[in-house]
């Protein structure tokens, strides 16, 4: 859009104004604000509210007196939990921003959805909307919301939206796609109450981690660096992943490192087969429950698989297996009101017992690829190569990671930026959805 065009001189001196919930670092926000400058168009933030501690603390520092921030105190973030906050009391506004907490919905949660109170948060969203009515809205979530029971959950928050009177769009992105060397997919449901907004159009753009990566950092020992470094040269340790739930060439065992306790070959090997077998449906209904991604099997299960031992000396080997904490000796699960519990009534097994978590660390960076989703619970636990060590993604690495600028600054202890990344929005993905919503004509006559 040309800078003279649709009233030229209100775009100049009338900002357009915007309210930033569940504000987080302050992604969506940079992104709305950069996607509004790229086409000539003043924004104001009205209002923000956050309830973490030190994502309030990262947010004040870099948007109060930093990246064109004043030293007006009411600037600050002071309102905390929406909840508690009356619509009455917002200023008015033209656009709502929010990344409404998604772990309710997340495939990597209990997915409980609005049964859980985090997944309610999206009706105070509908409260300030009904009360304000703004031009349009950017909402973000992950991108399971799709399909998060059945569709049952998006179809009632569109259901919510369109009632309003809004003209809703919605569509997954993924961050590689937007020259991020993460893999993010996120939903994005963008509302208009005058026009049906496109969010097609975005020509891919792939970065790598090199692009992004840092060298000659400080790096650590530790016994579980020192034990991979000592096994493994530097370099063929790109790409891989520390984790005992899964196989394949990519994976590094805690049995192959050995850290629990010395195993001999033929463990290594009754390992690798309980990885593919104990996840395999046909052991669901021989043992009586629904199917789970890793299931305990008996002594006499795995021996059908492993004939080559006798039953006894494949015992025995499990055994010692079970004291060493590689596998855990358990009955297997029910699944009751969508939690997994014990059915005491049925024989117990082996079952593998380190996940990934378990791990100080549990991927090594590969320069020439690129990071899957980055978890709050995950943060601290991606190792980068630097000079033929280990150490830990940096904050510089974090913040690229999300599109942010290099201008930004992180003003919190590592660990806390760990689990606000984990959170966050990816700039450059919000920068495309807020230029496909203010570039229509109407959405500027303010």
Known sequence: MAQDENFPDKKKSTPIKFIDLFAGMGGLRIGFENAAKKIGLNTKC?????????AIEI????????MGGTNNDSEKISHSDITKISETNIPDFD?????????????????????DTRGTLFFDIVRILKHKMPKGF??????????????????VIAANLSEMGYNITSKVLDSLEFGIPQQRKRIFIVGHLEEDID???HKPKTTLFSEIMESGLETYDSEFTKRVLSLYEPKDLHGKKFKDKRGGDDNIHSWDLELRGTCNDDQKIIMRRLLKQRRRKPWAEIIGIKWMDGMPLTAEQIHTFCEDYTLDNLTNLLDDLTVKKYLSYE??????????????LIDKGYNIVTGKLSFELNKIMDPDGYSPTIVATEGDKYGVIDNGKIRRISVRECLRFFGFPETYESNIPIEDLYDLVGN???????EFVGACLLENPSTNQL
């Open 46 to 54: 009205v209002f923000t509210s956050e309830i973490k501690p030190h």
């Open 59 to 66: 947010y004040n520092h870099n948007f109060h007196s930093r």
């Open 95 to 115: 656009y709502l921003l929010a990344g409404f907490p998604c772990q309710a919905f997340s495939s990597a949660g209990k997915k409980l959805g609005f049964d």
């Open 138 to 155: 950017i909402l973000e979530n992950v991108d399971n919301l799709e399909k998060h029971d059945g569709g049952n959950t998006y179809r």
């Open 199 to 201: 969010l097609d159009g």
């Open 331 to 344: 009955h297997p699960k029910q699944s009751i009101n969508g939690k997994r519990v014990p059915d005491k």
């Open 424 to 430: 966050t929005v990816v700039i450059p993905v919000v």
